[in-house]
């Protein structure tokens, strides 16, 4: 254990052991899972899917891919599953590639609102520029506002629609997402891979009877291996039988080449275990975990976009303390020992580097055992935090911005308060391993 790299992976472990993880979209793996990644499965090339390989030797693999093929097919209720894409963006681009023409229009939330790139984020993006791309944004009081929503699509008439979020801290309701599908006959394509884990666990209504595809990252609420899934339902296949063949062809030949099998395996463990009732205590626990941490922020004084949340993320607004200062709170956060991501609010008036929100999350600490006792000591350190750096306003000029946060980082570095925290903030995180059975 001397080279360097273990040293590092160490230093990683401990990190994680010590601080307190708030990051929505991360999660810690059971050691089954962890265990199975470091697997001689890696050594295997099985390029193609189970029966139709263009390589010898994959008797074992088959079995493998098809097992974890059958759990998500049995834990989704639905007739299709690839579980072979490298991640959720690959598996976004593959539904894309699978379903529209370039040039084609697809429809789907904003960054700011809460949705993701792949999303058809313009300019910069692959599905923000081979696709017309048409964004919504959020509604009232930070909601999705269907009737937006349904004028925007009659407007530009999407081959797709994607209902799908990453800071949304609200409830999807696909069946009315269903609805401005079916008035413009587009597919409807469901991005769960934030809260799969509360769908399966009963905390968050399920998309399967709703849209045509399903995609879900396997490393966030599902706590297995970064990965993905795409689901094919009923209802897709009524519309389309050679859909599955579809989403086939579009992972291998049209954008990939040898699955990762110990993910495959992991995902097959992951699947299993979010198929026992531990789970469902689980996501039931990550929704009051993230409930009393709303209530404490709330009750500290923070606002939080929305006003709350109903899954296992909220987003906080800092714009009382200044645009952008989502910097500052981050960063001074993980000094003390807890980590969490800056966030853009919606109608955020700094940019996504200096944004004005804080994007919070239960999925991690959950899984380590936490509970509401912890969750409202957390919520206080939290404000603590926003309280002690409220004073440190970014300059509004960009210039001056790299230096300002840069000094900010060196005295942020050496506060006394702020590294005080890190002790209790240690002693409590301690208490918990990272992944409580
Ligand atoms: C995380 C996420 C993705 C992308 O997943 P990666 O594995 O990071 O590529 C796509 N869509 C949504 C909604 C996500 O939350």
Redesign the pocket.
């Known amino acids: 254990m001397s080279d360097l790299v273990y040293q590092l992976i160490e230093q990683e472990e401990k990190r994680q052991l010590e601080k307190i993880g708030l990051i929505p979209?991360e999660n810690h793996m059971s050691p089954q899972v962890t265990g199975v990644l470091a697997s001689c499965l890696s050594s295997k090339y099985s390029e193609g899917y189970p029966g139709k390989r263009y390589y010898e030797g994959n008797q074992i693999i088959d079995q493998l891919e098809n097992l974890a093929i059958d759990r998500a097919k049995t834990l989704f209720g639905v007739p299709f599953a690839n579980v072979q894409a490298?991640?959720?963006?690959?598996?976004?681009s593959a539904i894309q590639f699978a379903l529209l023409e370039p040039g084609d229009a697809l429809m789907g939330m904003s960054l700011g609102g809460g949705?993701?790139?792949?999303?058809g984020h313009p300019k910069v993006t692959f599905s923000g520029t081979h696709y017309r791309s048409i964004q919504y944004e959020l509604g009232e009081n930070a909601r999705i506002d269907f009737d937006r929503v349904l004028a925007l699509a009659e407007q530009h008439q999407p081959k797709m629609i994607i209902a799908?979020?990453?800071s949304y801290p609200f409830t999807l309701d696909f069946s009315r997402f269903r609805e401005v599908a079916d008035a413009v006959g587009a597919w409807l394509v469901a991005?769960?891979?934030?809260i799969t884990g509360l769908i399966i666990g009963g905390e968050h209504p399920s998309p399967v009877p709703y849209a045509d595809v399903i995609?879900t990252?396997t490393?966030?609420t599902l706590r297995g291996p970064?990965?993905?899934i795409i689901l094919v339902t009923e209802r897709g296949l009524e519309r389309d039988p050679k859909l599955g063949g579809r989403i086939d062809k579009a992972i291998i030949p049209g954008l990939q080449g040898g699955p990762h099998n110990a993910t495959t395996a992991g995902i097959a463990v992951a699947l299993e275990e979010a198929a026992q009732p531990g789970f469902r205590q689980y996501a039931h626990q990550m929704r009051r975990n993230a409930d009393t941490l709303a209530a404490t922020l709330c009750a500290e004084g923070l606002k939080l976009v929305g006003g709350g949340t109903e899954n296992h993320l909220m987003v906080v607004d800092l714009m009382p303390y200044g645009v952008g200062s989502g910097t500052q709170v981050a960063y001074a956060m993980d000094v003390a020992g807890m980590y969490a991501n800056r966030n853009t609010i919606p109608d955020e008036p700094g940019s996504p580097f200096y944004p004005s929100g804080l994007r919070l999350g239960t999925p991690m600490v959950t899984t380590r055992g936490m509970k509401e006792t912890e969750m409202a000591q957390i919520g206080r350190w939290i404000a603590q935090v926003v309280e002690h750096v409220k004073d440190e306003i970014l300059p509004e000029d960009p210039k001056q911005r790299t230096a300002f946060v840069k000094a900010f980082k060196a005295q942020a570095d050496q506060d006394p308060f702020l590294l005080s925290m890190r002790d209790d903030v240690k002693a409590l995180a301690t208490q918990f391993p990272l992944f409580q059975a």
Do not use: I
């Open positions: 979209s490298y991640s959720g963006s690959p598996a976004n949705g993701h790139l792949t999303h799908g979020t990453t991005d769960t891979s934030h995609m990252t490393h966030k970064r990965g993905a």
